[in-house]
């Protein structure tokens, strides 16, 4: 059987060891009847693997995954029914651990199941040509960003995703594309997503410390910024980012705002109306979000009257507060300013002072 089976398929050293057959090599002309060459150049894909990612891709951890085409397990299955092989490793597996350790090699990075920094997949074709496409773990970045003039959208109004195609965009039309571009110029990711604390205004200043928020950056080829921290100085608005270690900080954070408000009243406001306004202290605003009552927590008032139906009401509440619904009254928030002082008052403007992080 043995020697009927030699004259009538060339087997290459690689795929005869990996049946368990001797190494010898009757013929070395010939092209293997499994891999057809495949084994023997297997050690250049590492190489070209690492010139694909050059300098530009920081990773300390990878993991190589292969796509091998059918045809070359389909050969090995015949092969293995002639000669009644079973239990040993595939060519896929022997191609794939051949990667994992000559790029190991290469690059003296460590090999990680889960969520490796870079996932590389090489992909062969039938003819033994390949390609490599890789994939980077997002990485999570905490900042916090102060506007100092009016007139910013703070998020993108068309798309909610800036990817890099509009990074080179010369009008910068919020605060989310100002941040986008440049983290996505720090890291060389592909897209970012924001997780904002709190929402303002175009035409609201955002003070004090700044609002806090985390971003996923996609794919990043570099995980780290320049010296830890990425500072943002453009126009109206300046922001400071670091990479967070440890994903997102988000479950369990909570914040408070402080919000200056400016408020119309369609009536003179009252020594009774001033002191219905103190009683707003340690109140609870219930009020409907899309999804679910949601409650928060007023802790402190502080009302500056600018004439006899305009004042300034400054609240230390719980982030998230929608402060025109709470004003106006229109939508459900209870309680409110207009119901309080039974009169139609309007939100004119509002400033965010701080954001504390508890
Ligand atoms: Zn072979």
Not at 7 to 30: E, F, M, T, V, W
Not at 189 to 194: K, P, Q, S
Not at 322 to 328: D, E, L
């Amino acid at each position: 059987m043995r020697g009927k089976f030699e004259d009538l398929y060339h087997l290459c050293k690689a795929c005869r060891s990996r049946q368990g057959l001797s190494k010898i090599n009757l013929d070395d002309s010939s092209i293997c009847y499994i891999c057809t060459g495949l084994m023997d150049n297997i050690n250049l894909i590492p190489h070209e693997i690492q010139s694909k990612l050059k300098d530009d891709y920081e990773f300390n951890t990878f993991l190589i995954g292969t796509s091998l085409a059918a045809q070359f397990i389909e050969r090995e299955d015949e092969i293995r029914a002639i000669l009644k092989i079973r239990g040993m490793i595939s060519i896929k597996q022997h191609i794939t651990s051949a990667l994992r350790k000559k790029f190991r090699t290469l690059t003296r990075a460590n090999e990680k199941f889960e969520k490796p920094d870079i996932l590389i997949t090489v992909n062969i074709f039938p003819d033994c040509s390949y390609n490599i496409t890789t994939k980077t773990r997002s990485i999570i970045a905490f900042g916090r960003y102060t506007k100092n003039q009016r007139g910013l959208y703070q998020r993108s109004p068309k798309s909610q995703e800036i990817t890099k195609l509009n990074t080179n965009s010369p009008i910068h039309l919020s605060i989310e594309d100002i941040i986008s571009s440049k983290v996505l110029a720090a890291t060389m990711g592909d897209n970012v997503r924001f997780n904002w604390i709190g929402s303002e205004d175009k035409d609201s200043l955002v003070l004090g410390s700044g609002r806090p928020f985390f971003l996923e950056i996609q794919d990043p080829r570099k995980r780290r910024f320049p010296n830890n921290s990425l500072i943002i100085e453009e126009g109206k608005i300046s922001a400071r980012l670091a990479i967070l270690e440890t994903g997102y900080l988000t479950s369990g954070t909570r914040t408070r705002t402080i919000t200056k408000i400016m408020i119309r009243c369609t009536k003179p406001l009252s020594a009774e109306d001033l002191k219905k306004l103190d009683s707003l202290t340690s109140t609870i605003v219930k009020f409907k979000s899309k999804f679910a009552l949601i409650e928060k927590k007023i802790y402190s008032v502080l009302v500056d009257k600018i004439d006899l139906s305009l004042f300034y009401l400054t609240i230390n509440a719980d982030s998230g507060l929608p402060i025109k619904q709470f004003v106006g009254g229109k939508e459900y928030a209870n309680p409110n300013i207009s119901m309080l002082l039974s009169s139609q008052c309007d939100c004119l403007s509002f400033d965010i002072l701080d954001v504390i992080i508890q």
